[in-house]
């Protein structure tokens, strides 16, 4: 079993560049992800200079395609008025993609 890293994900730049990073861990190129996700090799790139405009279900595909795992958990730093209507509590944590 391999390691498990994980990052903190804060900025849409820093997805387009997570992302682009484990394309490229897999050795994939953006036309082959692209085809993955039923998208162009040229929209690809676009996501991963600006990812401000990706889909969800495109995210969560896009992390399936280059071997990524999506978490979601409360950032610790943040203060409990910070999170009205947030999910019930759980371990704290921020969100995290993982490879």
Do not use: Y
């Amino acid at each position: 079993m391999g390691s498990t890293l994980s990052f903190p994900l804060l900025t849409a730049a820093q997805l387009g560049r997570m992302l682009q990073s484990a394309r490229k861990g897999r050795k994939l190129s953006q036309a082959e992800v692209g085809a993955r996700l039923g998208l162009s090799q040229k929209r690809v790139s676009a996501l991963e200079l600006d990812p401000g405009s990706i889909s969800v279900d495109q995210m969560l595909r896009w992390c399936a395609a280059v071997g990524l795992a999506l978490e979601i958990g409360l950032n610790p730093d943040s203060a409990p008025s910070d999170m009205d209507g947030a999910a019930p509590e759980q371990d704290p944590g921020s969100a995290k993609v993982e490879w």
